[in-house]
């Protein structure tokens, strides 16, 4: 005897973005809100530019209007938080809107995190800083919601974007580098390998690494990102090893060797080898920097 036919349940919009009803989350109506009321999502990790993207933006809603409401939460005294929208707030800005269509809806801070994250992690051309802390705020949000397990959770991070947790845990662990190292990763001068290696220094030897990044114009290798991290477990990790590796010329011909007694002439005898090394490095800085400003000043003339 056959079993009738059970009716088939699509997954709605709102079920797929979690935004099911229920009595804490009942607003459900579209309306018209001022734009100075809607205030960016904290610590957005997305970067909203003027781009060619943006123009596009700008036209369709010229011609057009908001096609998709912005999804908000209520703040204090009638103001909001966006969690996704941002770009059509500032695409509304530029076409001389003063409101915007927005949904509201009362998230809990980690709920908000996912969606804000899902919400734009599909975009095109998302910068490896981006992901990096986009990824962190996600993964910080569902482990505080009771995810078990570090490879298990990365996993689902990066299960919207099809990445892997291996590839997520990567992106997270750039997170930690300095805005300006990640700077360089954004722009290629870093790969990604060499930028998760780096990210394991302290904020002050990254400091010191941008350093002489700046006065080298010399990026770290995979090899050698590798031994500033070692260096750096150890503790033992300095500006002058810095500049040693990162200078250092593999199958170099020349091979200046100087008598460690002839140096030491130079120096009082309480002086370290590390200490008599920065001087050296400081003396070749400030040489570098006369020299440059004798060619610039020979350029005016």
Not at 24 to 46: D, R, Y
Not at 232 to 246: E, H, M, P, R
Request: proline share 4%; charged share 30%; glycine share 4%.
């Amino acid at each position: 005897m056959r079993r009738p036919k059970k009716d088939i349940q699509l997954t709605s919009y709102d079920d797929l973005l979690g935004l099911e009803e229920s009595p804490e989350k009942s607003m459900n109506q579209v309306v018209e809100i001022e734009l100075e009321k809607l205030h960016p999502f904290k610590n957005h990790p997305f970067r909203v530019s003027d781009d060619e993207k943006m123009a596009e933006t700008v036209e369709s809603i010229k011609n057009y209007g908001v096609l998709n409401p912005a999804l908000v939460r209520p703040q204090s005294e009638g103001e909001y938080e966006l969690i996704s929208g941002h770009r059509r707030k500032r695409g509304c800005e530029l076409c001389g809107k003063t409101t915007m269509p927005v949904l509201v809806r009362n998230y809990t801070d980690d709920e908000a995190v996912i969606i804000m994250v899902d919400s734009n992690i599909q975009r095109e051309n998302i910068l490896p800083s981006e992901k990096a802390h986009a990824y962190k705020m996600k993964y910080d949000a569902m482990k505080h919601q009771g995810s078990k397990g570090e490879k298990y959770t990365a996993d689902m991070v990066g299960e919207s974007a099809g990445d892997s947790g291996r590839t997520v845990q990567r992106y997270i662990r750039l997170a930690a580098l300095s805005d300006a190292l990640l700077e360089y990763v954004d722009n290629n001068k870093i790969p990604m390998i060499v930028g998760e290696k780096l990210s394991y220094l302290k904020p002050e030897e990254q400091e010191w690494l941008l350093e002489v990044i700046a006065n080298s114009s010399i990026f770290p290798t995979k090899q050698q990102a590798e031994q500033l991290k070692e260096c750096s477990a150890n503790g033992k990790l300095n500006q002058s090893y810095i500049y040693a590796v990162l200078l250092k010329k593999e199958n170099s011909k020349i091979n200046v060797t100087i008598p460690a007694k002839k140096i030491g002439n130079y120096f009082p005898e309480t002086y370290s080898k590390e200490q008599i090394e920065e001087v050296i490095f400081m003396l070749l800085d400030k040489w570098k920097e006369n020299k440059e400003g004798v060619a610039d000043a020979e350029d005016t003339v």
